[in-house]
């Protein structure tokens, strides 16, 4: 049950676009289509922001997609606000229990 | 609305034991999978536990045998009975709604637990 892996740390200008790699194995993000991402703003309840790869919950600004290629899922935020800055965390189903990435801070400049 | 709120936590000493509660509101907990999952001090997220509609659970490996999972479906309430407790099991315990192939699409606030002598 190895953590996946997630870049510790992503910074952007308001305006840009930013991505968040997530990378697993086959036994995890490569071998099914059910990756999520949840915003964390420290203190508060998580937030799901992509699941199924792609998918956005209603709510949910189209500023933020998700896509897979291989072991690796992204995360991509365009159009960066300042409320964006927070904790990013990918999730991969692995057949029977799910495992989490180890977090990437966004900064907003 | 869907809400969760979580109880129970506090100060324990290693190998003692702890319950946590989660009321949910909204909807019934025992129409969809509901799990744990916890942050570490300065650490990412883990799933910790999950309860299927059907009643059977599933722990990682990391609490397997310690931890048990549980709901009320009375009080629509979900538990986490934390037994031999250790001090690398402090942490912000959630509760969430979802798991295993369904997204955690609802979370509560967390509850600290912290395990200390």
């Known amino acids: 049950q190895s953590a996946l892996t997630q870049p510790r740390s992503v910074s952007g200008s308001p305006g840009q676009s930013v991505t968040i790699s997530c990378t697993g194995t086959?036994?995890?993000?490569?071998?099914?289509?059910?990756v999520s991402w949840y915003q964390h703003h420290p203190g508060k309840a998580p937030k799901l922001i992509i699941y199924?790869?792609?998918k956005r919950p209603s709510g949910v600004p189209d500023r933020f997609s998700g896509s897979k290629s291989g072991n690796t899922a992204s995360l991509t935020i365009s159009g960066l606000q300042a409320e964006d800055e927070a904790d990013y965390y990918c999730?991969?189903?692995?057949?029977?229990?799910?495992?989490f990435g180890g977090g990437t801070k966004l900064t907003v400049l | 609305e869907v809400q969760l709120e979580e109880s129970g936590g506090g100060l324990v000493q290693p190998g003692g034991s702890l319950r946590l509660s989660c009321a949910a509101s909204?909807?019934?907990?025992?129409?969809?999978?509901m799990s744990w999952v916890r942050q570490a001090p300065g650490k990412g997220l883990e799933w910790v536990s999950i309860?299927?509609?059907?009643?059977?659970?599933y722990s990682a490996g990391s609490v397997k045998g310690r931890f048990t999972i549980s709901r009320d479906n009375s009080k629509n309430t979900l538990y986490l009975q934390m037994d031999s407790l250790r001090t690398d099991d402090t942490a912000v315990y959630y509760c969430?709604?979802?798991?295993?192939?369904?997204?955690?699409?609802?979370w509560g606030q967390g509850t600290l637990v912290t395990v200390s002598s």
């Open positions: 969430a709604r979802g798991g295993d192939s369904l997204p955690f699409d609802s």
């Open positions: 909204g909807f019934t907990v025992s129409s969809i999978y």
């Open positions: 309860i299927y509609r059907g009643g059977s659970t």
């Open positions: 086959s036994s995890d993000v490569g071998g099914y289509s059910y």
């Open positions: 199924d790869v792609t």
């Open positions: 999730c991969s189903y692995a057949g029977s229990f799910v495992v």
